[in-house]
């Protein structure tokens, strides 16, 4: 039996320094404050968080759990993997095709300029899109030169400064902005707040989403056919984002393990799955808003195999079809990271 204690131990030892309670000491919190004034702010409600907590399952079992995995913490980043299940369960309603251009199906929406006319939604899903413009109220200007920790190119220039625009998708840049734009897009696909869908078409028939929470901005707001309507972000970045559970987001992991299957439902279609898992041309670290260790340059231990939902403040969801696991890891410090997933993968075998 796989003994997972010394993992666990390791994780619990080495919870990331955030203070817990944003409220209380709002400078050890949050990814906002290196941006460029007037946007380094909060612009949507957080809350305070649990510790480090996490699960493992193994074959489709739950077989380790630690700290609160029922408590919905803020995921950050994780949720941009959420956008692209629901890009594929519309690209099963028929509602895109990956190499269409986004103009094409949604004029008037930011994506008419010249520069903006020729971006896939591909490239939205991949972050390769140098879109250019504004999202309720934010530039693309703002992750400029934005650097994070699994991205392999050097720091090229100060975050926020203006950099020069390539053609869209060629030039790989993690842009929260950009992703917000592509959160309008599918909203405007759907024509229904997107964590309706999501709960009604993954987290719901998973037997998911108790105290599950996807809030936008305080502004970020618009009206689809007479209805006024969230649109909600792909992460934490200037706070709002999902709230969610350790053993959703393992269910939900487990989801994109069994190829968009449960039960003998096809949740997601499974060349759907499949395509979040290839290696995009420009940034071959990186699938369908998916982090991939093809090379093991994501961690070594981990098999090749093996891909991964990152957010900020130690969120992690950990996939790997060659021991058909499931690992949740929330609030570790990323310094140690690499501890946590050697101790996983040595208690693998």
């Given at each position: 039996?796989?003994?997972?204690?010394?993992?666990?131990?390791?994780?619990?030892?080495?919870?990331?320094?955030?203070?817990?309670?944003?409220?209380?000491?709002?400078?050890?919190?949050?990814?906002?404050?290196?941006?460029?004034?007037?946007?380094?702010?909060?612009?949507?409600?957080?809350?305070?968080?649990?510790?480090?907590?996490?699960?493992?399952?193994?074959?489709?079992?739950?077989?380790?759990?630690?700290?609160?995995?029922?408590?919905?913490?803020?995921?950050?980043?994780?949720?941009?993997?959420?956008?692209?299940?629901?890009?594929?369960?519309?690209?099963?309603?028929?509602l895109l095709d990956p190499s269409e251009?986004?103009?094409?199906?949604?004029?008037?929406?930011?994506?008419?300029?010249?520069?903006?006319?020729?971006?896939?939604?591909?490239h939205l899903l991949t972050q390769t899109?140098?879109?250019?413009?504004?999202?309720?109220?934010?530039?693309?200007?703002?992750?400029?030169?934005?650097?994070?920790?699994?991205?392999?190119?050097?720091?090229?220039?100060?975050?926020?400064?203006?950099?020069?625009?390539?053609?869209?998708?060629?030039?790989?840049?993690?842009?929260?902005?950009?992703?917000?734009?592509?959160?309008?897009?599918?909203?405007?696909?759907?024509?229904?707040?997107?964590?309706?869908?999501?709960?009604?078409s993954v987290l719901r028939p998973l037997?998911?989403?108790?105290?599950?929470?996807?809030?936008?901005?305080?502004?970020?707001?618009?009206?689809?056919?007479?209805?006024?309507?969230?649109?909600?972000?792909?992460?934490?970045?200037?706070?709002?984002?999902?709230?969610?559970?350790?053993?959703?987001?393992?269910?939900?992991?487990?989801?994109?393990?069994?190829?968009?299957?449960?039960?003998?439902?096809?949740?997601?279609?499974?060349?759907?799955?499949?395509?979040?898992?290839?290696?995009?041309?420009?940034?071959?670290?990186?699938?369908?808003?998916?982090?991939?260790?093809?090379?093991?340059?994501?961690?070594?231990?981990?098999?090749?195999?093996?891909?991964?939902?990152?957010?900020?403040?130690?969120?992690?969801?950990?996939?790997?079809?060659?021991?058909?696991?499931?690992?949740?890891?929330?609030?570790?410090?990323?310094?140690?990271?690499?501890?946590?997933?050697?101790?996983?993968?040595?208690?693998?075998?």
């Amino acid at each position: 039996m796989n003994d997972f204690s010394e993992a666990i131990a390791y994780a619990q030892a080495h919870e990331i320094p955030w203070t817990r309670d944003p409220a209380a000491d709002p400078s050890r919190w949050g990814v906002h404050h290196p941006d460029p004034p007037p946007f380094n702010r909060l612009r949507g409600p957080v809350h305070p968080r649990g510790g480090v907590s996490g699960v493992i399952r193994l074959q489709g079992r739950e077989v380790a759990a630690w700290g609160e995995p029922d408590r919905a913490d803020l995921t950050f980043s994780v949720a941009k993997t959420y956008l692209a299940l629901l890009a594929g369960i519309a690209q099963a309603r028929g509602l895109l095709d990956p190499s269409e251009r986004v103009a094409d199906r949604l004029p008037g929406i930011g994506f008419d300029s010249p520069h903006n006319r020729p971006i896939t939604w591909e490239h939205l899903l991949t972050q390769t899109s140098e879109w250019e413009g504004t999202c309720f109220g934010m530039p693309d200007q703002v992750e400029h030169y934005r650097h994070v920790a699994h991205d392999p190119k050097p720091v090229q220039g100060k975050k926020g400064e203006k950099r020069p625009l390539q053609e869209p998708g060629t030039y790989w840049e993690y842009n929260d902005v950009r992703i917000n734009q592509l959160s309008l897009a599918l909203l405007h696909l759907f024509r229904r707040p997107l964590p309706e869908v999501f709960l009604e078409s993954v987290l719901r028939p998973l037997g998911g989403g108790e105290n599950f929470q996807w809030v936008g901005y305080d502004d970020a707001w618009v009206e689809i056919d007479g209805k006024r309507m969230p649109s909600v972000p792909g992460g934490t970045h200037w706070g709002a984002g999902v709230s969610i559970s350790a053993r959703d987001q393992a269910r939900i992991g487990q989801l994109l393990l069994d190829g968009g299957m449960h039960e003998g439902k096809q949740l997601v279609p499974r060349e759907w799955i499949e395509r979040m898992q290839q290696p995009n041309a420009v940034a071959p670290f990186y699938g369908l808003l998916t982090w991939l260790n093809r090379d093991g340059s994501l961690f070594a231990d981990a098999s090749r195999s093996s891909y991964f939902m990152f957010g900020a403040g130690g969120n992690y969801v950990w996939i790997d079809p060659d021991h058909d696991m499931v690992a949740v890891g929330r609030w570790i410090d990323g310094a140690h990271m690499n501890g946590f997933v050697g101790r996983v993968a040595r208690a693998l075998g």
